[in-house]
């Protein structure tokens, strides 16, 4: 039943409100090693904090009288259709927070009308989320090993239907990223008799683990593929590129047909760049502050960014987005949509699929009455006029 203007819409008591509410439901359920995983940042966490600090130097520019009966959130991303300018980012090894993992995400992410980009570095396959969804999602690529194995992964994800790729190019080496190096969460991850006990704590995470066991990269074998081969690779795996450079890719560009964003950019002149060598949009991302420690916040170099390529590629934000008036925000300096990572993870880790599609659902009611009380029409119509400096 759709809540009127005048209506509050009352949850049980414990039912959470905000994604701040999933995020302390999941901290209490995920077992100390696979929370700093979700978590942590690089270095000393600035370019984590930087994320939300740049949110909170805007206000909102409320108008009364509007007119405005509906609002209207849909856009256009990637050449589809979505239901609201909110798309869920690549998260890998999603399996150590639920068993479902990816497929979950992928499930929810049907059902609010959006869309999963599936990581290279997911806890199901390729192929195993695409036969269990409806929806042709979108894939997204870390450039690990040699073009032969990147090649593999781009012909996998076009056989099972992905549109849109996505080419992650800020981890030409892996951040400093103490939380994960002290709790021992790494590939495979680390077990002491402490961390063993925090997981023998949360039964219900410890039941699901051991049911699903899917806490590996699955993209790293082909199909049928045997467990040992799998281990094998997984020791192998994260073969990263620091040598990856914009030849590989307008190498990328060529293996590819449909829609390709750049995954990783925070300076104007890269995403000229990638507008040269024949990309469709970028990310504008830091890696949710896991990268380079000091990076500048996303939301402060989205502005340079959509000035710079704005009238010739899409694009889209991640970073520090927790609730409808960052998406707001966002939208307003320019950005086609954003994506989120954390947020959702919280919500599978709560509660699985239900979870994920319920931090979706906050999001859109939030989109929906903010626009509302600013007298916006659409999230489409949101530009630099609506937002105020922070005082």
């Known amino acids: 039943m759709r809540v009127g203007p005048f209506q509050v819409q009352a ?4 039912a959470p409100l905000t994604v701040e509410d999933w995020r302390r439901r ?11 995983y979700v978590e942590n940042g690089a270095d000393d966490e600035s370019a984590l904090r930087g994320n939300r ?5 805007w206000s909102l520019r409320q108008r009364a009288l509007a007119g405005i009966a509906e609002v209207d959130l849909t856009a256009k991303i990637a050449g589809e259709e979505l239901s609201l300018p909110v798309v869920l980012a690549p998260t890998g090894l999603i399996g150590a927070v639920h068993g479902q993992g990816d497929l979950a995400a992928a499930r929810a992410a049907e059902r609010a009308g959006t869309r999963l980009v599936l990581s290279t570095g997911s806890s199901y396959s390729i192929e195993e989320v695409a036969q269990a969804t409806s929806a042709d999602h979108w894939f997204q690529l870390y450039p690990w090993g040699d073009r032969e194995l990147t090649g593999g992964l781009l012909a996998r994800a076009r056989r099972s239907g992905y549109t849109a790729l996505f080419v992650t190019v800020d981890v030409p080496v892996v951040g400093n990223r103490l939380g994960e190096r002290r709790h021992g969460m790494g590939i495979p991850p680390v077990l002491t008799p402490g961390r063993m006990l925090s997981a023998g704590l949360r039964p219900a995470w410890s039941a699901r683990y051991l049911r699903h066991r899917r806490v590996a990269l699955r993209n ?14 997984q020791r192998q ?7 990856l450079a914009w030849s590989d890719l307008a190498w990328m560009r060529d293996q590819w ?16 760049r990638a507008a040269e060598i024949g990309a469709d949009g970028v990310v504008v991302s830091n890696h949710g502050g896991r990268q380079l420690g000091s990076a500048p916040a996303t939301l402060d170099a989205l502005r340079e960014v959509v000035a710079a390529v704005g009238d010739r590629l899409e694009v889209l934000m991640d970073g520090g987005v927790r609730c409808g008036t960052d998406v707001v925000k966002a939208l307003a300096l320019g950005a086609n949509g954003v994506l989120v990572g954390r947020p959702y993870v919280y919500g ?3 509660a699985g699929e239900a979870g994920v599609a ?6 859109e009611a939030e989109l929906r009455r903010t626009l509302h009380l600013m007298g916006v029409r659409a999230a489409t119509d949101l530009g630099r006029e609506h937002l105020l400096p922070a005082r």
């Open 358 to 363: 319920d931090v979706l659902a906050i999001f």
């Open 257 to 272: 047909a449909g829609p390709m964003f750049v995954k990783g950019i925070l300076d104007a002149e890269d995403a000229v």
């Open 237 to 243: 795996a994260v073969n990263l590129r620091p040598d």
């Open 220 to 233: 790293l074998v082909e199909p049928g593929q045997s467990a040992r081969m799998l281990e094998t690779a």
């Open 348 to 350: 599978l880790a709560g």
């Open 53 to 57: 600090q740049a949110f909170a130097a």
């Open 26 to 36: 999941a901290r209490r359920r995920l077992p100390r090693m696979v929370w700093e």
């Open 11 to 14: 949850r049980s008591d414990h």
